[in-house]
């Protein structure tokens, strides 16, 4: 099946600082990816969607300015958590979308590991 | 109004026995598409089965297999001869618009925490 990696899995930060989390396809092209964050033993929320070449699309709620995401090439999104305080500390997981094959309906999202982002 | 229910917050199951996680959805759009997808504890989303809205016949993959209701609205999980390494969380997911734009964002429900014992 389809890969998406997800780096770093880990990340401890100080409060304030910038955090980068980067997601590739491994193995498509992906046009869209998704961000989305999940508190424990909650369920996924959608962040933002990333396409590639243009500005993402932020769900309701969610700050532009605090979470940047980048999505300059077919096989990379990248979120950035700006001035991060301890309430950012949460599991970070995006999607990766692979275009039709086989048909409608039949591609779907592949996940990556997730990056869990604790910060002090 | 929620898009996806899972009312089951635990499931537990005996090994090599069967069991049904439940999900409800909710959407006016003639075209969807339904997912599961498991968590094990250390996160990552494994993507099980899908059900397309205009699927005639019930999805299936290995142990796995969703039983679609449409008039019910319903996507039940069935997961066959469960074993200890099923434990984990589990979402149902909704994409809507699933013929025109098969990109789209997902729903998810709250997911059910199942339990396989020995």
């Known amino acids: 099946g389809a890969v998406v990696s997800q780096h770093p899995s880990r990340v401890i930060c100080k409060s304030g600082t910038s955090v980068k989390i980067e997601c590739r396809s491994l193995d498509f092209q992906a046009t869209t990816m998704f961000w989305y964050r999940q508190f424990p033993k909650q369920s996924l929320m959608l962040m933002a969607t990333?396409?590639?070449?243009?500005?993402?699309?932020?769900e309701q709620g969610v700050e532009k300015d605090k979470f940047l995401i980048n999505h300059a090439s077919l096989t990379l999104s990248t979120l950035t958590v700006t001035s991060a305080h301890p309430e950012d500390s949460s599991f970070y997981i995006c999607?990766?979308?692979?275009?039709?094959?086989?048909?409608?309906?039949?591609?779907?999202?592949?996940f990556g590991p997730g990056t869990r982002l604790t910060v002090l | 109004a929620q898009k996806i229910t899972q009312t089951q917050p635990g499931m537990f199951v005996q090994e090599k026995e069967a069991v049904t996680l439940d999900c409800t959805y909710d959407?006016?759009?003639?075209?969807?598409?339904l997912f599961w997808y498991k968590q094990p504890s250390s996160g990552e989303m494994i993507f099980l089965i899908y059900?397309?809205?205009?699927?005639?016949q019930n999805a299936t993959e290995g142990r796995y297999s969703l039983n679609f209701q449409k008039a019910r609205k319903s996507a039940n999980l069935v997961i066959s001869a469960s074993q200890l390494g099923d434990s984990a969380m589990y979402f149902c997911?909704?994409?809507?618009?699933?013929?025109?734009?098969?990109?789209?964002?997902?729903?998810f429900g709250r997911g059910t925490q199942l339990t396989v014992w020995p």
């Open positions: 990333s396409n590639e070449g243009s500005k993402a699309t932020y």
């Open positions: 997911a909704m994409r809507e618009d699933d013929r025109g734009s098969t990109l789209g964002r997902l729903y």
């Open positions: 059900q397309g809205s205009y699927d005639q």
């Open positions: 999607s990766a979308g692979r275009g039709l094959a086989g048909g409608p309906g039949t591609d779907t999202q592949y």
């Open positions: 959407t006016s759009d003639p075209s969807y598409g």
